[in-house]
T-cell receptor, first 118, second 113 residues
Framework: NAGVMQNPRHLVRRRGQEARLRCSPMKGHSHVYWYRQLPEEGLKFMVYLQKENIIDESGMPKERFSAEFPKEGPSILRIQQVVRGDSAAYFC????????????????FGPGTRLTVT | AQSVAQPEDQVNVAEGNPLTVKCTYSVSGNPYLFWYVQYPNRGLQFLLKYITGDNLVKGSYGFEAEFNKSQTSFHLKKPSALVSDSALYFCAVRDMGDDKIIFGKGTRLHILP
């Protein structure tokens, strides 16, 4: 059973370009979470999605950032008009069910995408 | 709102000695508590969790953690540290009625040979 997959592992963008980060959850998992990790800092929650639904986007910046999890295909985190402050590691995690209600399922993390904005 | 605190940025332990990485939490309801480990340039790996039941939870790589409700703590422990345990450790908490896991800022563990 393959784990959570993220690509690309490394992404370099110039200021003003768009960054697209992809995440394929573990087989059987229908819930996806995105986190951002700045150097020497912890993980900051960004967004929680199910297939075709955004459940909680309270951690997403109001502008330039968007996320989707279509019926088919991976979850996408899109950052438009990137700035140097967007440079960070972006992690995706998945879980098998609605973790807050049906039990204490842990999240499984992908290897991350390291975004560098030049 | 839920929160988690890891009061130590870094912990240094000699190889073979016991180690403790501290974590305290705050939730409005009953907590789910987790420990994850991150090695350089890698994603987070799950170590152990507390959901309910026995307050002492055993996890991967010989780690264990003790849930203390009165002190709202969930400290990570290992009886005998290995150099290979050197990594960044994250404590996380979720309120049973919520979907979001909140992570601490992490504690860097250095095991000295």
């Amino acid at each position: 059973n393959a784990g959570v997959m993220q690509n690309p592992r490394h992404l370099v963008r110039r200021r003003g370009q768009e960054a697209r980060l992809r995440c394929s959850p573990m087989k059987g998992h229908s819930h996806v979470y995105w986190y951002r990790q700045l150097p020497e800092e912890g993980l900051k929650f960004m967004v929680y999605l199910q297939k075709e639904n955004i459940i909680d986007e309270s951690g997403m910046p109001k502008e330039r950032f968007s996320a989707e999890f279509p019926k088919e295909g991976p979850s996408i985190l899109r950052i438009q008009q990137v700035v140097r402050g967007d440079s960070a590691a972006y992690f995706c995690a998945s879980s098998p069910s609605r973790t807050g209600v049906e039990g204490g399922y842990e999240q499984y993390f992908g290897p991350g995408t390291r975004l560098t904005v030049t | 709102a839920q929160s988690v605190a890891q009061p130590e940025d870094q912990v240094n332990v000699a190889e073979g000695n016991p180690l403790t990485v501290k974590c305290t939490y705050s939730v409005s309801g009953n907590p789910y508590l987790f420990w994850y480990v991150q090695y350089p340039n890698r994603g987070l790996q799950f170590l152990l969790k507390y959901i309910t039941g026995d307050n002492l939870v055993k996890g991967s790589y010989g780690f264990e953690a003790e849930f203390n409700k009165s002190q709202t703590s969930f400290h990570l422990k290992k009886p005998s540290a290995l150099v290979s345990d050197s990594a960044l450790y994250f404590c996380a908490v979720r309120d049973m009625g919520d979907d979001k896991i909140i992570f601490g800022k992490g504690t860097r563990l250095h095991i000295l040979p």
